[in-house]
């Protein structure tokens, strides 16, 4: 039997792990919820759903990888009671990380389009209404989108091709290292800017009156919505990492530094954009909009803007890169247990795959705008994130967690509880039971329903 790749250090599997859960969502949205959610206020409760949802379901997550040391598509065949039918999840995990992919690296292909255009002045000169047409042209352009997903795609699979240390492991921790300087650098000269100090006021303090606002049921369910969603859980993407690190440290500790870090640089991103924001008069935006129409504005006014606009698009590649490296290691991964293939060969046939499957993406905004699934105004993406964030993701989660706690049909509390708590650090308490078995899924579930019905109305 062909020995299981494994990575060379704890310190890979940390940013790896990291870099999967770190996104875009990460860096526009979270601050974005802040801001709007009453500053510090929302945090405190995006923390206390982080440690209460976040962490158990990750926990969970790692502790199934590194038991059953496979890929989600074949993890469950080594550790579910005979009879059970678990292993179904498996194949739900494969199509689930693949449909991301569909629609994630068109959003990777825009980040690397704006860094050029940054780097290249195409902003030079505009006025705010160009800066809007650009965003406009490229989404119209299919050579645009096309090229420039391909460019992801490819990048993203020839690092997979390598041996799991010399691609992934090595270029995670490049990309994430490079990332917390460049973020570090941003967020310095953002709250120098001259009349940057109101948008950190903005941003840092609770203002209870604007979650009131914005009313404080709103403000629990979106934080429990991005603590819970940040940290890409739910449909394997981190087992698999769990799979290829050994037993000498405890998971729930790794779990709670990976949610940390992730943390970090989500509250980072706040501290370049909104000190910059109000430094330049533009209150910020949900969305694309403030991607790629208020900061691009922002930098073609503010001196240097130029570099400081081509930093800021790296560091939103690199965020974007290093989940599109860690979903398709997903994605190899489990093509090579279904398979049986090498590596590389196995890249070779996914490099295909995902050439073809996100082709609709990439036209559904341009050629194919016509498939609008939802309605006038929505397009393929929509459709595609709606299925992984909406879906496959949170029923992931609570698949997780059932198979965690149910006893005697599922792998067990006790079985868990001895993987997760291999190793040193921190431990999972065997009082978390009740909570783990009843509360947690009835709050996962709480957010399916709640997503659903705030989708469709």
Same mark, same amino acid.
């Given at each position: 039997?062909?020995?299981?790749?494994?990575?060379?250090?704890?310190?890979?599997?940390?940013?790896?792990?990291?870099?999967?859960?770190?996104?875009?969502?990460?860096? +526009?949205?979270?601050?974005? %919820?802040?801001?709007?959610?009453?500053?510090?206020?929302?945090?405190?409760?995006?923390?206390?759903? %982080?440690?209460?949802?976040?962490?158990?379901?990750?926990?969970?997550?790692?502790?199934?990888?590194?038991?059953?040391?496979?890929?989600?598509?074949?993890?469950?065949?080594? #550790?579910?009671?005979?009879?059970?039918?678990?292993?179904?999840?498996?194949?739900?995990?494969?199509?689930?990380?693949?449909?991301?992919?569909?629609?994630?690296?068109? /959003?990777?292909?825009?980040?690397?389009?704006?860094?050029?255009?940054?780097?290249?002045?195409?902003?030079?000169?505009?006025?705010?209404?160009?800066?809007?047409?650009?965003?406009?042209?490229?989404?119209?352009?299919? *050579?645009?989108?096309?090229? =420039?997903?391909?460019?992801?795609?490819?990048?993203?699979?020839?690092?997979?091709?390598?041996?799991?240390?010399?691609?992934?492991?090595?270029?995670?921790?490049?990309?994430?290292?490079? &990332?917390?300087? #460049?973020?570090?650098?941003?967020?310095?000269?953002?709250?120098?800017?001259?009349?940057?100090?109101?948008?950190?006021?903005?941003?840092?303090?609770?203002? #209870?009156?604007?979650?009131?606002? *914005?009313?404080?049921?709103?403000?629990?369910?979106?934080?429990?919505?991005?603590?819970?969603?940040? &940290?890409?859980?739910?449909?394997?993407?981190?087992?698999?990492?769990?799979?290829?690190?050994?037993?000498?440290?405890?998971?729930?500790?790794?779990?709670?530094?990976? *949610?940390?870090?992730?943390?970090?640089?989500?509250?980072?991103?706040? &501290?370049?954009?909104?000190?910059?924001?109000?430094?330049?008069?533009?209150? @910020?935006?949900?969305?694309?909009?403030?991607?790629?129409?208020?900061?691009?504005?922002?930098?073609?006014?503010? @001196?240097?803007?130029?570099?400081?606009?081509?930093?800021?698009?790296?560091?939103?590649?690199?965020?974007?890169?290093?989940?599109?490296?860690?979903?398709?290691?997903?994605?190899?991964?489990?093509?090579?247990?279904?398979?049986? =293939?090498?590596?590389?060969?196995?890249?070779?046939?996914?490099?295909?795959?995902?050439?073809?499957?996100?082709?609709?993406?990439?036209?559904?905004?341009?050629? +194919?705008?016509?498939?609008? @699934?939802?309605?006038?105004?929505?397009?393929?993406?929509?459709?595609?994130?709606?299925?992984?964030?909406?879906?496959? &993701?949170?029923?992931?989660? /609570?698949?997780?967690?059932?198979?965690?706690?149910?006893?005697?049909?599922?792998?067990?509390?006790?079985?868990?509880?001895?993987?997760?708590?291999?190793?040193?650090?921190?431990?999972?308490?065997?009082?978390?039971?009740?909570?783990?078995?009843?509360?947690?899924?009835?709050?996962?579930?709480?957010?399916?329903? =709640?997503?659903?019905?705030? =989708?469709?109305?």
């Amino acid at each position: 039997m062909k020995q299981r790749e494994t990575l060379g250090s704890r310190l890979g599997f940390i940013l790896i792990s990291v870099g999967c859960a770190v996104g875009i969502g990460n860096v +526009w949205k979270f601050p974005w %919820l802040v801001g709007q959610y009453g500053g510090g206020f929302f945090v405190l409760i995006y923390l206390v759903f %982080l440690c209460l949802m976040g962490v158990p379901v990750m926990t969970m997550e790692f502790s199934i990888g590194r038991a059953a040391q496979k890929s989600p598509l074949k993890m469950y065949q080594e #550790i579910e009671p005979k009879g059970t039918k678990w292993h179904f999840h498996g194949i739900i995990c494969l199509v689930g990380n693949i449909i991301l992919m569909m629609y994630y690296t068109t /959003v990777a292909g825009w980040m690397v389009n704006y860094f050029v255009k940054m780097l290249t002045g195409t902003f030079k000169g505009m006025d705010n209404a160009a800066i809007n047409q650009v965003y406009s042209d490229m989404t119209a352009s299919p *050579a645009q989108m096309v090229i =420039f997903t391909v460019i992801v795609i490819v990048l993203g699979f020839l690092i997979s091709s390598m041996s799991l240390q010399n691609g992934l492991e090595r270029i995670s921790k490049f990309m994430m290292s490079a &990332l917390i300087i #460049i973020m570090i650098v941003l967020a310095v000269h953002s709250m120098l800017v001259p009349g940057g100090a109101s948008g950190l006021e903005f941003y840092l303090k609770p203002d #209870i009156a604007r979650a009131k606002q *914005a009313g404080l049921f709103n403000v629990i369910v979106s934080a429990m919505n991005q603590a819970f969603f940040t &940290l890409s859980i739910g449909m394997g993407s981190m087992a698999i990492f769990g799979s290829y690190i050994g037993d000498d440290r405890s998971l729930m500790g790794e779990s709670v530094t990976i *949610a940390a870090l992730d943390t970090v640089v989500a509250f980072t991103s706040g &501290l370049i954009i909104f000190p910059a924001c109000f430094a330049y008069g533009v209150k @910020p935006d949900a969305g694309p909009s403030l991607i790629f129409k208020t900061l691009p504005n922002i930098f073609a006014n503010m @001196p240097g803007g130029r570099i400081w606009g081509a930093l800021f698009f790296v560091f939103m590649s690199f965020a974007a890169f290093s989940t599109v490296i860690a979903v398709f290691e997903n994605i190899v991964a489990m093509m090579m247990d279904l398979t049986g =293939f090498e590596r590389k060969k196995t890249s070779l046939i996914c490099l295909i795959m995902m050439l073809v499957l996100s082709m609709p993406c990439a036209l559904g905004f341009n050629v +194919w705008s016509f498939v609008q @699934p939802f309605g006038k105004g929505t397009g393929i993406m929509d459709l595609e994130d709606f299925l992984v964030s909406n879906l496959i &993701l949170p029923g992931g989660a /609570v698949v997780f967690v059932l198979f965690c706690t149910w006893n005697k049909i599922g792998w067990g509390w006790d079985n868990f509880l001895n993987e997760a708590n291999k190793g040193k650090g921190l431990k999972v308490a065997h009082g978390m039971r009740f909570y783990c078995t009843f509360i947690l899924p009835v709050l996962i579930a709480f957010l399916i329903i =709640f997503g659903l019905v705030t =989708f469709f109305k």
